[in-house]
Nanobody, 122 residues
Framework: VQLQASGGGLVQAGGSLRLSCTVS????????VAWLRQAPGKQREFVAG????????YYADFVKGRFTISRDDAKNTVYLDMNSLKPEDTAVYYC????????????????WGQGTQVTVSS
């Protein structure tokens, strides 16, 4: 499976962005798709995940109530709507796919998109 992430940019604190992850390849309906992020000098961390078949979602505690992950089956796209952005949300955001259930462990994701930069100014 191949993933293409887009939608990053520069936004002021309190603002919003929508990230998109277009998924292509065979058997994409069997994959969990997640967003993870990596800030400079920090480890990559899980942000949110969604399953294709069941519509199950899971969020990291630090984004609950602010971010929403969703999918559009007709467009093979997963979205991450980010609201009330904070400077600490600044990072490169990656979408990734796994054949297992939703997991916070980055190493369990088998395919990765190229990443999109999100910068939140104070």
């Amino acid at each position: 499976v191949q993933l293409q992430a887009s939608g990053g940019g520069l936004v002021q604190a309190g603002g919003s962005l929508r990230l998109s992850c277009t998924v292509s390849g065979r058997a994409f309906s069997s994959y969990v798709v997640a967003w993870l992020r990596q800030a400079p000098g920090k480890q990559r961390e899980f942000v949110a995940g969604i399953s294709w078949s069941g519509g199950q979602v899971y969020y990291a505690d630090f984004v609950k109530g602010r971010f929403t992950i969703s999918r559009d089956d007709a467009k093979n796209t997963v979205y991450l709507d980010m609201n009330s952005l904070k400077p600490e949300d600044t990072a490169v955001y990656y979408c990734a796919a796994a054949t297992s259930s939703i997991t916070i462990r980055a190493l369990r994701y088998e395919s990765w998109g190229q990443g999109t930069q999100v910068t939140v100014s104070s």
